[in-house]
């Protein structure tokens, strides 16, 4: 395990050395292989950044983190670096299990014979099964009622202005009275244009 350190307004201690070290052991039991890290421990306007590279056979993994002081920093980096190894080690193994039973984009023959005897040994029988089951009638569900005044316009406005009212309000139905003080309703429909109805 090739670890090489670099520090930006920083002094990389042998504390720091030892803690990514001992996560780095962690992480080689998962990877299981020899691997290659770069480390970049830095200090910017009270902030402490650690920056992990690792290449291995599974890819290449990064594991950033800032924090309020540097060992925490390191913590969290080896932390996410660890979730990112289980998380592409998991996917490699699964493609190769997937890939395992296949031969030339087929099944192998003397897995296709195998299946091919078992399902003619078997008889066929049938399952019963239900799937999903409705109700017969629906049940009635209680009326929840919320009361809003954010919907209905206290003074009277033009068509103009009752749109780009309803739109900062974020409302789909708008009440509001004309000039001449009709009564009108706008009402957004499912496609998002506005719809007017005159109350009569």
Same mark, same amino acid.
């Given at each position: 395990?090739?670890?090489?350190?670099?520090?930006?307004?920083? +002094?990389?201690?042998?504390?720091?050395?030892?803690?990514?070290?001992?996560?780095?052991?962690?992480?080689?039991?998962?990877?299981?292989?020899?691997?290659?890290?770069?480390?970049?421990?830095?200090?910017?306007?009270? =902030?402490?950044?650690?920056?992990?590279?690792?290449?291995?056979?599974?890819? $290449?993994?990064?594991?950033?983190?800032?924090?309020?002081?540097?060992?925490?920093?390191?913590?969290?980096?080896?932390?996410? %670096?660890?979730?990112?190894?289980?998380?592409?080690?998991?996917?490699?193994?699964?493609?190769?299990? &997937?890939?395992?039973?296949?031969?030339?984009?087929?099944?192998?023959?003397?897995?296709? *014979?195998?299946?091919?005897?078992?399902?003619?040994? *078997?008889?066929? $029988?049938?399952?019963?099964?239900?799937?999903?089951?409705?109700?017969?009638?629906?049940?009635?569900? +209680?009326?929840? %009622?919320?009361? $809003?005044?954010?919907?209905?316009?206290?003074?009277?406005?033009?068509?103009?202005?009752?749109?780009?009212?309803?739109?900062?309000?974020? &409302?789909?139905?708008?009440?509001? =009275?004309?000039?001449?003080?009709?009564?009108?309703? %706008?009402?957004?429909?499912?496609?998002?244009?506005?719809? %007017?109805?005159?109350?009569?």
């Amino acid at each position: 395990m090739d670890v090489e350190y670099t520090g930006r307004h920083y +002094e990389v201690t042998p504390a720091n050395r030892k803690e990514i070290e001992e996560g780095l052991a962690k992480l080689r039991k998962i990877l299981r292989n020899k691997f290659e890290a770069k480390v970049i421990l830095a200090v910017e306007k009270r =902030r402490h950044k650690a920056e992990i590279t690792v290449n291995s056979r599974f890819g $290449s993994l990064v594991g950033l983190a800032q924090a309020g002081d540097m060992t925490a920093a390191i913590g969290e980096a080896i932390e996410h %670096l660890e979730k990112q190894a289980v998380r592409n080690k998991t996917r490699i193994i699964t493609k190769k299990r &997937r890939s395992h039973g296949k031969w030339n984009g087929q099944a192998k023959p003397e897995l296709a *014979s195998r299946a091919a005897s078992a399902s003619a040994d *078997s008889a066929p $029988s049938s399952v019963e099964m239900v799937v999903h089951k409705f109700p017969a009638v629906a049940k009635t569900t +209680e009326v929840h %009622l919320v009361r $809003s005044d954010e919907a209905v316009a206290m003074r009277p406005m033009t068509l103009e202005e009752a749109i780009k009212e309803a739109h900062f309000r974020d &409302r789909d139905v708008f009440v509001f =009275r004309d000039p001449k003080g009709k009564l009108m309703v %706008l009402h957004r429909t499912r496609d998002g244009k506005m719809e %007017l109805i005159e109350a009569p």
